[in-house]
């Protein structure tokens, strides 16, 4: 079986929406799937990566009312590549601000690397409002796991796609290099800032799978897409994403009554496979799924199985035992 027989077949939305959060940015968020079905929150990546179509497909269509939306500044959300109002506190509060103007009680988290991180905490603000949290690529947003990424760790295993990702960092500013980053991707001058954005997002692009996808580094090349990815993820990791250190397991036993599934690649060189084994051992509830045959991203096809897997079992589990939901 290949991706494309795996996953669900693609469907459209039934609604779309402006949301305007505050006075400076307005979300896109859509809803497909059943009206009437199990809401489920997709929680994507970066921060900065925005939806895709593609994401409906990990829910069965009849069951889920699948709801899919743009973090601020990314995707069809206004204006792009924003930094203003835009840290972890403004982003839980607008998933909160999501779920009031649905009308919806309580819902389930699907969330991957980055949305794994905002899932968490969202969970842990708001533990009565979530039914169950499907988690991929666990990304507990400490700095060792950024400075893994970015600074020593991944670039013993690529060290030929981590020379193109040094190239724009003038040599006497490598020792850190998201602060170098961050400082052409804010600074005054575009060539620099979309040519900083471009390698920033394709050095991600290139190391999120197993095997090198080139279909997926094209889209994390897009310069449209690359300038939000790298702008606001190097924003949130010069900052420590605007949290306190280790604050998701500090904060763990907050999700205990919350039904979770973990899935991981085994070779997941972005968010190595360590921070799900922590997550889980803070979480006895959790299911943790190791996939021995994939690195980070969710289409890798051991990877999808397993979601979809746990979108099956969750809607099986809490949903058609709940009584409270619609007949």
């Not at 743009?70 to 995707?75: F, L, M």
């Not at 950024?146 to 003038?170: C, E, H, M, N, V």
Request: charged share 20%; aromatic share 12%; hydrophobic share 40%.
């Amino acid at each position: 079986m290949n991706l494309e027989q795996l996953l669900y077949p693609p469907i459209r939305p039934f609604a779309e929406h402006s949301l305007q959060v505050d006075n400076t940015h307005t979300l896109y968020v859509e809803e497909s799937g059943h009206p009437l079905g199990l809401p489920v929150l997709f929680i994507h990546g970066g921060p900065g990566g925005g939806c895709t179509p593609q994401q409906r497909r990990f829910f069965h269509p009849d069951h889920y009312r699948i709801i899919l939306f743009d973090q601020r500044g990314c995707g069809k959300s206004r204006p792009h590549a924003c930094l203003t109002n835009n840290t972890t506190a403004h982003l839980i509060e607008d998933i909160e601000k999501i779920r009031r103007h649905l009308n919806i009680d309580r819902w389930v988290l699907f969330g991957g690397s980055w949305g794994s991180t905002l899932s968490l905490l969202y969970a842990q603000a708001y533990p009565e409002r979530v039914l169950a949290m499907i988690l991929r690529g666990i990304f507990l947003c400490r700095d060792e796991d950024t400075r893994w990424f970015y600074q020593q760790g991944a670039d013993r295993f690529f060290p030929d796609y981590w020379q193109d990702f040094i190239a724009p960092i003038a040599p006497e500013d490598r020792h850190n290099m998201i602060e170098a980053y961050y400082r052409r991707l804010t600074g005054d001058d575009e060539i620099a800032r979309m040519s900083a954005a471009e390698a920033w997002s394709i050095w991600e692009g290139r190391t999120a799978t197993l095997e090198t996808d080139e279909a997926l580094v094209n889209h994390f090349g897009d310069p449209y897409h690359a300038l939000a990815m790298a702008r606001i993820e190097c924003h949130y990791f010069v900052h420590q994403a605007f949290i306190e250190p280790n604050q998701i397991l500090d904060n763990a036993a907050i999700l205990n009554r919350i039904p979770t599934t973990l899935v991981h690649g085994r070779y997941d060189m972005v968010c190595p496979v360590n921070q799900a084994y922590e997550l889980a051992a803070a979480l006895p509830q959790a299911q943790l799924v190791a996939c021995n045959r994939a690195g980070h991203s969710a289409f890798e096809l051991e990877i999808a199985e397993a979601l979809i897997q746990a979108t099956q079992h969750t809607y099986e589990s809490v949903w058609l035992d709940d009584l409270s939901h619609p007949s």
